[in-house]
């Protein structure tokens, strides 16, 4: 019987975790090295998005993450000053609904993938620090020294990868955004103790609420089954270059928020201590790829967090990749009987690149679209914006014709969260054959 493919992947977080699953899955060997010692993930509540939730829904583990999360109806925007509903993008309003839209605590998210990746057979070894990489003989050294081999490693190492030095040949460290990030999540019983009955409504309520107003917006919505609840506030950042976090001060949190409106400030209220990040991002690489080697996720395509898509694309990447690993393991085992002489891991991780990497540019930029339309100063601009928002129809335009924002695009609405990834990995790998044989 033929040996499976190893697969070494540099990074434990979510992107790490969901190439883990879905290579298993596919029948490969994983490693996992995770530098931590223990996987103990930061920041508070995640969205997962339906092109994230139909992966995993595909993987059979839809339900397990189910229980730990909240299935939400609908994303509000709300306006910063006096809370008035601008606009509300419901899921199945023009928008298949056939795979939820999640909110979840990051650890819940996490230890279920772990649970799974572990489950499914793959190895996840903590403490092991990737210092360098061989290209030459698909090998990484650790910070102990120790030497791990495989048939294709993956850099799912993060938003300061090493390895996208390594694949780049040079430093590429993340740039600024411009904004920074409060983060936290309150439990329902501080938020209930707060007496205010707008924010009890709001808590009964399975949906995401944004305030957006001048440099700044917030985003707070139920994770734990609606036992715990999840707060982001963005502003401009005023950390040095070089800290990516820091203790916040209460008082000045409050304080830029204190005109707010007042159901905002209550729930704000509510923090006991707060963290400030930086929040980075990178233009597109020019490659994501070495030889055997491949990035995925935050290490190559860090993003702006204002379409809840970072993750969901690190997840996507994960099953891309595995997806076509796992075909081209199956025709290794065939004896390349499909007319596929010509592949290789390094022409496999190029088509993976192919199929990605447009698609996150596209989700980068857009991002930076929605910074822009969040934070308008109030003003005619906001007013015009605001109207538009209102007037919202939710339904697909003629071709050619586009939405003043892709908030309320629905076609690039549906590019986003209706993406059968699994599926297009299938069709790229037959594009991939199919232009092999023609040019044999
Ligand atoms: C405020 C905020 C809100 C967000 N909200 C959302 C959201 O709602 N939905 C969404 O989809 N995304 C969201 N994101 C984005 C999302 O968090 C990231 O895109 C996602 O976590 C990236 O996952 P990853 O696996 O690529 O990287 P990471 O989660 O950063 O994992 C990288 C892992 O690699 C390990 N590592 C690093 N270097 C080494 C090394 N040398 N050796 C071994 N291990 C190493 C790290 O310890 C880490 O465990 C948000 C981000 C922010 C900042």
Not at 317 to 336: K, V
Request: aromatic share 6%; hydrophobic share 40%; charged share 25%.
């Amino acid at each position: 019987m033929c040996q499976p493919l190893h697969a070494v992947v540099v990074g434990a977080g979510i992107g790490g975790l969901a190439f883990a699953i879905l290579a298993r899955k596919q029948g490969l060997r994983v490693t996992v090295l995770e530098k931590t010692e223990e996987l103990t993930p930061v920041g508070a509540g995640i969205q997962i998005p339906p092109n994230a939730s139909r992966i995993w829904a595909q993987c059979g583990i839809l339900e397990k993450l189910k229980e730990f999360s909240v299935v939400s109806k609908a994303t509000q925007l709300r306006r910063w000053k006096d809370g008035e509903l601008l606009c509300t993008r419901t899921v199945g309003e023009g928008l298949d609904d056939r795979w939820p839209w999640l909110v979840i605590h990051r650890a819940d998210y996490q230890r279920i993938l772990v649970q799974e990746a572990e489950d499914l057979g793959a190895t996840i070894r903590l403490g092991c620090n990737v210092q360098a990489v061989d290209f030459d003989l698909g090998s990484l050294t650790l910070v102990s020294g120790e030497v791990i081999a495989g048939d294709v490693i993956i850099g799912a190492d993060g938003l300061w990868s090493s390895l996208r030095r390594d694949i780049l040949g040079h430093e590429s460290p993340p740039q600024e955004t411009g904004d920074l990030a409060y983060r936290g999540t309150f439990s329902l019983s501080a938020l209930q103790e707060l007496g205010d009955l707008q924010v009890d409504e709001l808590c009964r309520q399975d949906v995401v609420t944004m305030w957006i107003g001048p440099e700044s917006h917030a985003v707070f919505y139920p994770v734990r089954c609606g036992k715990e609840f999840n707060l982001v506030l963005t502003r401009p950042d005023t950390l040095p270059p070089n800290v990516r976090t820091e203790q916040g001060s209460l008082s000045e949190m409050m304080a830029l928020f204190q005109n707010w409106d007042p159901v905002l400030t209550q729930i704000l209220s509510a923090f006991s201590s707060v963290l400030k990040w930086k929040m980075m991002h990178h233009e597109e690489l020019a490659t994501w790829t070495r030889g055997n080697v491949a990035l995925l996720g935050d290490a190559c395509h860090p993003s702006l967090p204002y379409q809840a898509q970072g993750a969901a694309m690190a997840v996507e990447d994960g099953a891309a990749l595995a997806t076509l690993l796992g075909i081209y393991q199956q025709s290794l085992h065939r004896g390349n009987g499909d007319g596929a002489k010509q592949l290789t891991i390094p022409k496999i991780l190029e088509n993976y690149e192919a199929l990605q990497k447009a698609r996150t540019t596209t989700l980068h930029l857009g991002s930076i679209s929605n910074q822009q339309m969040y934070h308008l100063d109030d003003g005619g601009e906001q007013k015009e914006r605001d109207r538009v928002l209102r007037a919202a129809e939710w339904r697909e335009r003629p071709l050619g014709e586009t939405e003043a924002f892709i908030w309320i695009d629905v076609r690039y609405q549906r590019a986003i969260v209706e993406r059968d990834t699994i599926a297009d990995a299938r069709a790229q790998w037959d594009k991939m054959v199919s232009e092999l044989g023609a040019n044999k």
